[in-house]
């Protein structure tokens, strides 16, 4: 792949989760400003860390999505795995995408965290198929499981105190 083409698909693959969180996180704007006001589990970071660590995750996903559309794959099974893996990655995206008005606009604490269960999954099943395919997008998507993790703790510390 010529330097431009990689250069443009590197861009636009940080692009995409950076859009698509800002988009929902205006959608949910509102409402989440009334979050502060709700009583937090143990271990709930500031309000200010949200931004903060979406954006750096969103730039790891970016970076992951593009090693894996830039892996090179000799085999058609290999080619199968790298498809699968950027399908689960799209459908990773869409959930990312409706947590926030599910869980913000909605107040629906449940079906969010049914939503984050499908996000994890979605995201272990990425790295296994991307650990032999592209080292760097394993270790790319680790912080974003943990966080995703984190987030599932306060979704369910969201709903029990609230």
């Known amino acids: 792949m010529k330097s431009v083409k990689k250069v443009f ?3 636009a693959a940080i692009a995409v989760p950076l859009a698509l969180g800002m988009v ?3 959608i949910a704007r509102g409402a989440m400003e009334q979050f502060g006001n709700m009583r937090q ?3 709930s970071p500031p309000g200010w860390l949200f931004p903060v660590a979406w954006t750096v995750l969103y ?3 970016g970076l992951a999505s593009f090693f894996l559309l830039t892996a090179r794959c000799e085999t058609d099974a290999a080619k199968a795995k790298r498809k699968a893996a950027v399908i689960l990655y799209a459908v990773q ?3 990312n995408f409706i947590w ?4 913000f606009n909605a107040q629906l604490y449940y079906p969010a965290l049914a939503v984050l269960a499908a996000m994890w999954l979605c995201i272990v099943a990425i790295m296994v198929l ?3 395919m592209h080292a760097a997008a394993f270790w790319l998507l680790l912080p974003y499981l943990l966080w995703t993790s984190f987030a599932a703790y306060l979704n369910i ?3 029990v105190l609230n």
């Open 9 to 11: 698909l590197c861009a």
């Open 24 to 26: 929902s996180s205006l």
């Open 41 to 43: 589990p143990p271990l």
């Open 59 to 61: 730039v790891c996903m």
């Open 93 to 95: 995206l869409v959930l």
């Open 100 to 103: 926030s008005p599910i869980f």
């Open 130 to 132: 991307a650990r032999n």
């Open 157 to 159: 510390g969201i709903a």
